[in-house]
């Protein structure tokens, strides 16, 4: 009698567990059918967020089942943003990146190595070549897919040029002496002024004279590549000499931050601004005037090129992201879509994936078709890419944009200025 209590005890047990077991599987696995949110943030401007907010729609529209929650901001307040997010653990799923910080962020293991989301086929990389990866990877794993390529130039206001009875420059061969006695003759002949060079970043305008000489701006190791200060000092000393012509506009007014639309390059005070190229469009539309694209000139004597083809930024997916795969769906749609790509029109730089690429070269409105053209042109005056930037890069950017300004408000002289970035330089890298 006890036996057949408890084989029936048994049995009833055995019935309860049928059932609870799956319910209790399903309980714990319906979360991850049910969370499909993901956030994305970005730096951009009026022209980025509108075709970014687009691409979203689209995606969403073909995926009813996700929802993508975003997040936009100006490029001087997106890091400190993003930073704080990564010290509180809530970072996005997705984020738009800079190959000047990339390195730093692997480094504190931030960031998600995307190879298995390609190994798993919801990345497709098989139209990409390898040259357009090369720049996310860090000790061979892929931290970022970039959006397209990308070159330092200078857009010019040819009508400017034209009212002065000034030549347009040779883009591939012109120098910094031909450009300094452009900018006076400009000025001489319509007041028009130029803008101090790369306001927002200035390392970006000297970074390309120091490559010239075959040294780079950030050591191998530790500290500064270079030690010889020619370049650097002929970098200030060209603007000064402007400012004292009366060439320059006011670096009090040139170094606040605002949009394309209030800058004095779309005001027409100017008649050139500095760039990467993905940036063309935006100023184009700012402008409201047609507008054409340079090479930075040669400094003399140049051992190298100064010009490198670089990631426009990448999307990432942060080490702490709620919904990595997600991300890597989203990632993968919009690097590889032609119809999203039809409406992003490459306004980060031109796209990687070669069927994109090559369909895009047709469908571009004369703007962009500027910026397929000066890219192939970058090609072909380009040397390769350097290391990622180094930690403490984002220091010495500031520090390099203060003491510029220090030096063209002439509140030390330009040895003094010089010697502070070569000093505070090699203490900020070490």
Same mark, same amino acid.
Request: charged share 20%.
């Given at each position: 009698?006890?036996?057949?209590e408890a084989?029936?005890?048994?049995?009833? !047990?055995?019935?309860?567990?049928?059932i609870?077991?799956?319910?209790?599987?399903?309980? +714990?696995?319906a979360?991850?059918?049910?969370?499909?949110?993901m956030?994305?943030?970005?730096?951009?401007?009026?022209t980025?967020?509108?075709?970014?907010?687009?691409? @979203?729609?689209?995606?969403m529209?073909?995926?009813?089942?996700?929802?993508?929650d975003?997040e936009?901001?100006g490029?001087?307040g997106?890091?400190?943003k993003?930073?704080?997010?990564?010290?509180?653990? #809530?970072?996005?799923?997705?984020?738009?990146?800079d190959?000047?910080? *990339?390195?730093?962020?692997?480094?504190?293991?931030?960031?998600a190595?995307l190879?298995?989301?390609?190994d798993k =086929?919801?990345i497709?990389?098989?139209d990409i070549n390898?040259?357009?990866?090369? =720049?996310?990877r860090v000790?061979?794993k892929?931290?970022?897919?970039?959006?397209?390529?990308n070159a330092?130039?200078i857009?010019y206001?040819?009508?400017?040029?034209a009212?002065?009875?000034?030549a347009?420059?040779d883009?591939?061969?012109?120098?910094?002496?031909?450009?300094?006695k452009?900018a !006076?003759?400009i000025?001489?002949?319509?007041?028009?002024?130029?803008?101090?060079?790369?306001?927002?970043d200035p390392?970006?305008g000297?970074?390309?004279?120091?490559?010239?000489?075959?040294?780079?701006?950030?050591?191998?190791?530790?500290?500064?590549?270079?030690?010889?200060?020619t370049?650097?000092k002929?970098?200030?000393a060209? +603007?000064?000499?402007?400012?004292?012509?009366g060439?320059? %506009?006011?670096p009090?007014? &040139?170094? @606040?931050? @605002?949009?394309?639309?209030?800058?004095?390059?779309a005001?027409g005070h100017?008649? /050139?601004?500095?760039?990467?190229?993905?940036?063309? $469009?935006?100023f +184009?539309?700012?402008?409201?005037r047609?507008?054409? /694209?340079?090479?930075?000139?040669?400094?003399?004597?140049a051992?190298?090129? =100064?010009?490198?083809?670089?990631p426009?930024?990448?999307?990432? %997916?942060?080490?702490?992201?709620?919904?990595?795969? /997600?991300?890597?769906?989203?990632?993968?749609?919009?690097?590889?879509? %032609?119809?999203?790509?039809?409406?992003?029109?490459?306004?980060?730089g031109?796209?990687?994936? #070669?069927?994109?690429r090559?369909?895009?070269?047709?469908?571009?409105? #004369? $703007?962009?078709?500027q910026?397929?053209?000066f890219?192939g !042109?970058?090609? +072909?005056n &380009?040397?390769?890419?350097?290391?990622?930037d180094?930690? =403490?890069?984002g220091?010495?950017?500031? *520090?390099?944009?203060?003491?510029s300004?220090?030096?063209?408000l002439?509140r030390?002289?330009?040895?003094e200025g @010089?010697?502070?970035?070569?000093?505070?330089g090699n203490? %900020?890298?070490?």
């Amino acid at each position: 009698m006890k036996k057949r209590e408890a084989l029936f005890k048994l049995f009833a !047990l055995a019935i309860c567990l049928s059932i609870a077991v799956p319910a209790f599987v399903f309980a +714990q696995a319906a979360p991850e059918t049910k969370n499909s949110t993901m956030r994305l943030a970005w730096w951009g401007n009026p022209t980025r967020d509108e075709r970014t907010l687009k691409a @979203v729609e689209m995606f969403m529209a073909a995926n009813p089942d996700i929802t993508i929650d975003t997040e936009t901001t100006g490029w001087s307040g997106y890091w400190d943003k993003m930073n704080t997010q990564a010290a509180a653990g #809530s970072l996005p799923d997705l984020m738009q990146h800079d190959y000047a910080y *990339m390195l730093q962020w692997v480094q504190r293991n931030q960031l998600a190595d995307l190879t298995p989301y390609v190994d798993k =086929g919801i990345i497709d990389l098989s139209d990409i070549n390898e040259s357009f990866l090369s =720049g996310g990877r860090v000790n061979g794993k892929l931290y970022g897919i970039s959006l397209g390529t990308n070159a330092v130039c200078i857009a010019y206001d040819p009508a400017v040029l034209a009212k002065a009875g000034i030549a347009e420059p040779d883009s591939a061969n012109w120098t910094w002496d031909d450009f300094e006695k452009i900018a !006076l003759q400009i000025y001489q002949k319509t007041g028009v002024q130029t803008l101090p060079f790369f306001t927002t970043d200035p390392k970006v305008g000297f970074d390309n004279a120091i490559r010239q000489t075959g040294a780079t701006t950030y050591g191998k190791t530790k500290g500064l590549g270079f030690t010889d200060t020619t370049v650097l000092k002929d970098y200030y000393a060209i +603007q000064l000499r402007l400012q004292d012509a009366g060439a320059l %506009i006011n670096p009090e007014i &040139a170094f @606040v931050t @605002v949009t394309p639309e209030e800058g004095e390059f779309a005001k027409g005070h100017s008649w /050139l601004e500095y760039m990467w190229s993905n940036q063309f $469009v935006s100023f +184009q539309v700012a402008a409201k005037r047609p507008l054409k /694209l340079a090479l930075l000139p040669n400094i003399k004597n140049a051992k190298a090129k =100064g010009t490198f083809l670089k990631p426009s930024m990448f999307f990432s %997916i942060p080490a702490s992201a709620e919904n990595p795969e /997600l991300a890597a769906k989203f990632l993968n749609y919009f690097i590889n879509d %032609i119809d999203v790509n039809d409406y992003l029109m490459g306004e980060r730089g031109v796209p990687i994936p #070669s069927k994109v690429r090559e369909h895009m070269s047709t469908k571009v409105n #004369s $703007v962009n078709k500027q910026i397929f053209d000066f890219i192939g !042109l970058a090609s +072909q005056n &380009a040397g390769p890419i350097d290391a990622p930037d180094p930690s =403490g890069s984002g220091e010495f950017l500031k *520090m390099v944009r203060d003491v510029s300004q220090e030096i063209l408000l002439k509140r030390i002289s330009l040895d003094e200025g @010089v010697a502070k970035i070569m000093t505070k330089g090699n203490e %900020i890298l070490k």
